[in-house]
T-cell receptor, first 112, second 116 residues
Framework: ETGVTQTPRHLVMGMTNKKSLKCEQH?????MYWYKQSAKKPLELMFV???????ENNSVPSRFSPECPNSSHLFLHLHTLQPEDSALYLC???????????FGPGTRLLVL | QQQVKQSPQSLIVQKGGISIINCAYE??????FPWYQQFPGKGPALLIA?????SEKKEGRFTISFNKSAKQFSLHIMDSQPGDSATYFC???????????????FGKGTLLTVNP
């Protein structure tokens, strides 16, 4: 595996379900990001982890809970989501202090 | 408030033509300006990026033009090909309050279609 991988690629869940998105980077980076991509809207930065410490939380509802157990892995735990949370969730990584971010292919989430 | 304004929303170009996408920003703290290309079912991929100390950067058929005083930058795709058909995002980067990480603010994207 190379670059940034995300699993699952597609996810359908009900509003009462609990699920997790996984991201893994194979680039030796030490900063990781979660973005939300909705149609006709700019990418929205959700969370930033730098050296495994959360350094940014952009007013994201508590039904989204990130976890970064080490510099290569990032999770987004989901519970009691709303239909408006349906979107493409992108993970990215970079070296700390370097503005160049590398994105994974995303998880397409549908909340019913 | 949209910090990075991108236009047009969609663009149709004939093969061999020039594609031009424009972005404007307000925040003078931005000091990194990348363009990303995204194909359906894929994540955005970095195409080319520029710092504000230069006015132009060229990589193959892709050129960024940067106007610091006007706070505008644009992507030019020369000799556009059908394989260039994708969504293009501009972004602007600034260091976060702690100074250790860059935060990217994205435009809404431009859907480019290159007809054969």
């Amino acid at each position: 595996e190379t670059g940034v991988t995300q699993t699952p690629r597609h996810l359908v869940m009900g509003m009462t379900n609990k699920k997790s998105l996984k991201c893994e980077q194979h680039l030796g980076h030490n900063a990781m990001y979660w973005y939300k991509q909705s149609a006709k809207k700019p990418l929205e930065l959700m969370f930033v982890y730098s050296l495994e410490e959360r350094v940014e939380n952009n007013s994201v509802p508590s039904r989204f809970s990130p976890e970064c157990p080490n510099s290569s892995h990032l999770f987004l735990h989901l519970h009691t989501l709303q239909p408006e949370d349906s979107a493409l969730y992108l993970c990215a990584s970079s070296h700390v202090g370097n503005p160049t971010q590398y994105f994974g292919p995303g998880t397409r989430l549908l909340v019913l | 408030q949209q910090q990075v304004k991108q236009s047009p929303q969609s663009l149709i170009v004939q093969k061999g033509g020039i594609s031009i996408i424009n972005c404007a920003y307000e925040n003078t703290a931005f000091d990194y300006f990348p363009w990303y290309q995204q194909f359906p079912g894929k994540g955005p991929a970095l195409l080319i990026a520029i710092r504000p100390d230069v006015s132009e950067k060229k990589e193959g058929r892709f050129t960024i033009s940067f106007n610091k005083s006007a706070k505008q930058f644009s992507l030019h795709i020369m000799d556009s090909q059908p394989g260039d058909s994708a969504t293009y995002f501009c972004a602007a980067g600034e260091k976060n309050s702690g100074g250790s990480n860059y935060k990217l603010t994205f435009g809404k994207g431009t859907l480019l279609t290159v007809n054969p």
